[in-house]
């Protein structure tokens, strides 16, 4: 047998992403943690300063620390999510940079998508833009529960505790009406470095963590976990692959999701319903008695069943409903419009079918957080829609999982990715209807 991964592991590791509206400074908040923690290699800072100095911005922008597209370093600007890996004596992060233009709300979705926190930066000077709405709105609908905001650029007006007051309460107002139930808002300058890393005399105001403190101190490995918190969650694996053993039989490849996978454990294959028990279970480097959520394994069941890729084996204690109809919260990021009627290929775990949008129900108004009625949604629009697949889906409400309960929409003439879903009304927002 091999020893399985240590949850202590899990916690110590923190996904976060960087969200907010263009130009607040997200990329230099990033690329001051790096800087000062003296996690950038020589040849990175090199290539900084490099490119710091070609652009005539000074010595040393640190947001060319992420910006790793010469388009994004040409531009000035954050255009894919940029994925770095840091480490503290406390704490090990993955971080997602986050582009903060409305046209590259798709990406900003992906970055979230798998954070346990969001790193929201505002600019002090001009407070919560529409955008940073947007992207907290999303961020929240993607099952992020807790914040970390940079109250940026303070250096600009003076560290006058009404500008960072005014963000406070905007954020606080936002967050409550978001159900984010963690909020740490820090003044800081993320130029000059104050309050990033290291604590700074300058808001004599403040008296809270630096947001290297914060982020060291914040709840981790939910995402890893239980993916939302929902401790009574049983075992979820997509079924990705089919492996034939060369003394007969086959095992079936995926990853462990929802919770534990045991040996001995009954379980459920979606969508025909047909019940076994776990035999074995293989990884790379041997067998094991329980697999933890996050590893890749082969599963050897007890019944000769039939099974194929994206079916599902679920933990019988608490199987997912499987269903060819359902309601959806969509993030629509083509510049086509999505109306009913329209046809897509879905993509929910490792299954793909063919889907009909049936209805458009609402839209959702990033300012208000209201649904409203409409008869299309546009570019950068979130909505409810209800959608019916040529294949059943075994799916759980994405409050529920965020693995189970999420797809994307793809263009089967384009092969582009059009829109990601969550499985379920947005339970965020009020409803005009």
């Not at 916690?11 to 976060?16: A, C, G, H, I, M």
């Not at 910006?67 to 531009?75: I, K, M, P, T, Y």
């Not at 028990?277 to 067998?287: D, E, H, L, Q």
């Amino acid at each position: 047998m091999v020893a399985v991964q240590d949850s202590a592991e899990i916690v110590n590791l923190l996904r976060f992403a960087t969200i907010g509206s263009v130009d607040d400074g997200k990329s230099t908040v990033i690329g001051r943690l790096l800087f000062d923690t003296k996690q950038l290699f020589d040849d990175q800072v090199d290539a900084v300063a490099s490119a710091s100095r070609n652009r005539g911005v000074g010595e040393m922008d640190l947001s060319f620390v992420t910006d790793g597209l010469r388009a994004e370093r040409e531009q000035g600007i954050t255009i894919d999510v940029a994925y770095r890996y840091a480490s503290t004596p406390k704490r090990k992060f993955v971080i997602a940079d986050c582009p903060g233009h409305v046209q590259y709300t798709a990406n900003m979705a992906t970055g979230a998508s798998t954070a346990d926190l969001a790193l929201v930066v505002v600019d002090a000077t001009a407070g919560v833009k529409e955008q940073t709405r947007r992207h907290l709105c999303i961020a929240a609908l993607l099952g992020v529960r807790q914040i970390i905001v940079c109250a940026n650029k303070m250096d600009l007006v003076d560290w006058d505790q009404g500008a960072f007051d005014r963000v406070v309460a905007e954020i606080h107002d936002l967050a409550a009406r978001l159900h984010i139930s963690s909020v740490t808002v820090v003044p800081i300058s993320a130029l000059l470095g104050d309050n990033v890393v290291e604590a700074s005399n300058a808001a004599p105001f403040y008296q809270g963590p630096t947001v290297l403190e914060a982020l060291e101190a914040a709840p981790a490995g939910e995402w890893a976990g239980a993916h939302g918190g929902n401790e009574a969650m049983a075992t979820r694996l997509p079924v990705q692959w089919i492996l034939r053993q060369p003394g007969g039989g086959r095992t079936y490849a995926g990853m462990v999701d929802g919770a534990p996978l045991s040996v001995g454990e009954a379980v459920t294959v979606l969508p025909a319903g047909l019940t076994t028990t776990v035999k074995g279970i293989r990884t790379p480097a041997g067998s094991v008695e329980v697999a933890p959520v996050g590893m890749s394994v082969a599963v050897d069941l007890a019944d000769d069943l039939d099974v194929s890729r994206g079916d599902m084996i679920a933990g019988s204690a608490d199987l997912p409903s499987v269903t060819s109809e359902f309601t959806a919260t969509i993030c629509w990021f083509n510049t086509k419009e999505l109306t009913s009627g329209s046809r897509w290929r879905l993509k929910h775990t490792t299954r793909s079918t063919p889907a009909v949008v049936t209805s458009l129900d609402a839209v959702l108004d990033v300012n208000e957080l209201r649904l409203e009625d409409a008869a299309s949604l546009n570019l950068n629009q979130i909505g409810v829609a209800t959608i019916k697949t040529a294949s059943p889906l075994a799916a759980d409400e994405y409050q529920h999982n965020r693995i189970t309960g999420s797809f994307v929409l793809i263009d089967e003439v384009t092969n582009i990715t059009v829109a990601a879903g969550m499985v379920g009304a947005p339970s965020l927002v009020e409803s005009t209807h």
